[in-house]
């Protein structure tokens, strides 16, 4: 490989408040949602309480960072 060149991707998500971040879960889209989907009411619940135990109610913003390679060969 010739010409590497690594990066930095960053993507930055606000959100209102909880529910803002928490409602896409509950539509069962991609794995995350299908897996919540999946639960029964009480299982449901309790992830819910557990992640909000974990993110504010307001205003707050989401960011996931991943490595990127390019070169040539």
């Known amino acids: 490989m010739r010409d590497v060149e690594p990066e930095e991707l ?5 959100y209102r408040d909880f529910d803002d971040w928490w ?14 989907a999946g639960l029964d009411p ?9 992640c909000a135990a974990h993110l ?11 490595w990127a390679v390019t070169g040539r060969a």
Request: net charge negative; aromatic share 8%; proline share 13%.
């Open 10 to 14: 960053t993507v930055r998500v606000p």
């Open 23 to 36: 409602t896409p879960y509950t539509t069962g889209v991609g794995p995350a949602g299908d897996w919540v």
């Open 42 to 50: 009480g299982e449901r619940e309790q992830v819910r309480a557990a």
């Open 56 to 66: 504010p109610d307001g205003p707050f913003e989401i960011s996931a960072t991943a």
